[in-house]
């Protein structure tokens, strides 16, 4: 099957005792078994429910994996992955990925004894450099939030094969209909369900899944003994998401790419970040490893002090953090969704305090040009134009 279909029949797709064609939603916490000790398929549903479980057997399926987990929100797929990690273990990590991985890894996980390396992940010599006799893993994003910095996932997973080190993969900003990090050599891939896969703004969810069954038997003890999991509503809602994948991302990119052009042509923006500019650093890996480009653009001014008041100006375009909603929503990193991550920090992987993310929705793209040019009208300045 190809994967707008599996979108849609993938993993359990009808309720194998009905024969709904949408799962129903089991709102149960436990299952009536016939005798002491002999459970059935289900016990409790922290363990298992099976609304989650056709949810989590569709990420398995689309990106890959020998099982999936679903999780209260992408933090906790996030964190039941870390949690494979001993005191003493050493990561090396993306210096541009989500705040929130950041601040889960200092403050959360950095205190019980792991320690990590932020490092570029594009430049063989600094993961060479960032290796130790205790590094475990490598975690990267591609495309990372906010730059859009693309990571040759097939090489740099090759380079981490053979120092022994699990590849993470957050595959949240590509999602498994443009880009599947498990094919490319990744042993896990996370993803917030709450952006692109659920796609409507309307829930907080995570997923994680991997085609190792050792890796899997891991992470889904963590998911029953730390107990993150996703209910029965929000496993419902997420898989109703995921079937219209397809035509979402296909809409989000064709706007993207506009918008992206519209920008790149514009007096008032200093820099566009967006992998299909021919300028962008990771084009060819990104056109190689990616089924398209994606809805994330990020950009800078030409005058970084006017940055809240263009954001504030705009009347479509929703000032919001998360991305990956059918709205365009727009946020300034720095501020906003990376706040967490200390400016020197920031800065030296290139989030500069003017750097504006956009997720392009799916509106009318005029509609979507019009709104920003009249927040650009509102800020234009004759004299830093370019
Ligand atoms: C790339 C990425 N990964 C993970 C997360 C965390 O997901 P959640 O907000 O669902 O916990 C986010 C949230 O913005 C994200 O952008």
Redesign the pocket.
């Known amino acids: 099957m190809h994967l707008s279909t599996k979108l849609i029949h993938g993993g359990i797709s009808e309720d194998p005792l009905t024969g709904a064609v949408s799962v129903p939603i089991y709102q149960t916490s436990t299952y009536r078994q016939k005798k002491v000790g002999q459970p059935g398929d289900f016990e409790y549903s922290r363990s298992g429910n099976p609304t989650r479980l056709a949810l989590e057997e569709l990420i398995a399926e689309l990106e890959g994996g020998v099982k999936g987990f679903a999780f209260g929100?992408?933090?906790?797929?996030?964190h039941a992955t870390l949690s494979l990690f001993q005191p003493g273990d050493h990561l090396i990590l993306g210096d541009d990925?989500?705040g929130?991985?950041f601040r889960l890894l200092e403050h959360v996980f950095k205190p019980l004894g792991l320690s990590y390396t932020m490092v570029d992940s594009r430049e063989l010599s600094q993961l060479e450099d960032a290796l130790t006799d205790h590094t475990k893993a490598l975690y990267l994003?591609s495309p990372s939030?906010p730059l859009l910095k693309i990571i040759d996932l097939e090489k740099i997973a090759a380079w981490a094969k053979e120092h022994k080190l699990i590849t993470i993969v957050?595959n949240?900003?590509a999602t498994p209909y443009l880009q599947q990090p498990l094919a490319l050599g990744a042993d896990i891939v996370?993803?917030?369900?709450?952006?692109y896969l659920g796609g409507h703004s309307d829930l907080?969810?995570?997923l994680a899944t991997t085609n190792k069954e050792e890796l899997a038997e891991k992470i889904g003890f963590y998911q029953n003994s730390v107990g993150g999991v996703l209910g029965p509503q929000d496993s419902w809602l997420l898989q109703r998401g995921i079937k219209t994948l397809g035509v979402r991302m296909e809409a989000h990119q064709k706007n993207a790419e506009t918008i992206a052009n519209y920008l790149a042509d514009h007096a008032d923006v200093a820099k566009v970040y967006y992998p299909s500019l021919a300028d962008h650093p990771g084009h060819e890996i990104a056109a190689k490893q990616m089924r398209g480009f994606g809805g994330m653009v990020a950009f800078e001014l030409v005058n970084e002090s006017k940055v809240s008041e263009f954001v504030e100006a705009l009347k479509v375009i929703t000032l919001a953090?998360?991305?990956g909603g059918v709205e365009s929503l727009i946020e300034v990193p720095a501020i906003m969704?990376h706040a967490s991550i200390p400016k020197e920090k920031r800065e030296a992987s290139g989030i500069k305090d003017g750097l504006i993310r956009l997720s392009v929705g799916i509106e009318d793209i005029t509609d979507l040009k019009n709104d920003l040019e009249q927040a650009f009208t509102g800020v234009h300045d004759e004299e830093t134009a370019k």
């Open positions: 929100s992408g933090l906790a797929a996030i990925v989500y929130g991985t994003e939030n957050d949240t900003f996370l993803h917030s369900g709450t952006k907080v969810a995570g953090e998360s991305l969704t």
